[in-house]
């Protein structure tokens, strides 16, 4: 079963808009973390933000914040005020142990964002 | 500081030619991690170890093989390569992930097509 569901291949936003991209998660261990990740077309992988399970406010960082609703396990990314600089693949990860093993981070297939001036 | 270095950056193969990809950090991190990313479907974990002398599989082992013999290097072995095996190879590190905000330093990636 996928752990880590990202619905949206591509998205398009004009520049200085709002825009919502979607992570669902699924995991049977209470503790755990959600990460985001930014790839411009560069390649390198850039990290954006992260919410823990127990962490109780949604985290921000910037231009960046996560809209965290554990009961729907959905923990998707908000970046307000798009900048044409903001156009990249952008990946929605979870911290994972549950079956046992050590911890690792499992990542979703990614949604491309452009940005249009 | 250097972080994560993952050599080479580009190599072509033909189909049964063997070749190990480098990665080396040096912020002398427990946990490190090789990944593969292929066109929409992300990034997925081969292989990983969590401290010198241990490596464990992940999603997609199959074909590849780990050593750490040292902290600091992570070394990503194809035996035989094969055309499936044709992606771009991300080396990452992190201190742990046992204290939950702690991230992943990724290298800047190795492009590998098997011919």
């Known amino acids: 079963a996928q752990k880590i569901t990202q619905t949206q291949p591509g998205m398009f936003v004009q520049e200085k808009e709002a825009v919502t991209l979607d992570c669902t998660y699924d995991?049977?261990?209470?503790?755990?973390?959600l990460f985001w990740y930014k790839q411009p077309s560069s390649g390198e992988m850039i990290f954006l933000i992260y919410?823990?399970?127990?962490?109780?406010q949604n985290a921000t960082e910037g231009r960046y914040s996560l809209n965290f609703q554990k009961a729907r396990k959905s923990a998707n990314l908000v970046i307000s005020a798009s900048q044409l600089g903001d156009s990249a693949m952008y990946f929605c990860?979870?911290?994972?142990?549950?079956?046992?093993?050590?911890?690792?981070?499992?990542f979703g297939k990614g949604t491309k964002l452009t940005v249009n001036p | 500081n250097a972080g994560v270095t993952q050599t080479p950056k580009f190599r072509v193969l033909k189909t049964g030619q063997s070749m190990t990809l480098l990665c080396a950090q040096d912020m002398n991190h427990e946990y490190m991690y090789w990944y593969r990313q292929d066109p929409g479907m992300g990034l997925r974990l081969i292989h990983y170890?969590?401290?010198?002398?241990?490596?464990a599989k992940g999603e997609v082992p199959d074909g590849y093989n780990v050593s750490r013999l040292k902290k600091q290097n992570f070394l990503l072995g194809l035996e035989s390569a094969a055309p499936s095996q044709t992606s771009v190879y991300f080396c990452?590190?992190?201190?742990?992930?046992?204290?939950?905000?702690?991230?992943?330093?990724f290298g800047s990636g190795t492009q590998l097509s098997v011919l």
């Open positions: 919410q823990g399970s127990y962490d109780q």
């Open positions: 170890s969590v401290g010198e002398g241990t490596t």
């Open positions: 990860a979870m911290r994972d142990s549950a079956q046992g093993g050590s911890e690792k981070l499992v």
């Open positions: 990452a590190s992190s201190y742990s992930l046992l204290f939950r905000d702690e991230k992943l330093f």
């Open positions: 995991t049977s261990d209470p503790s755990y973390g």
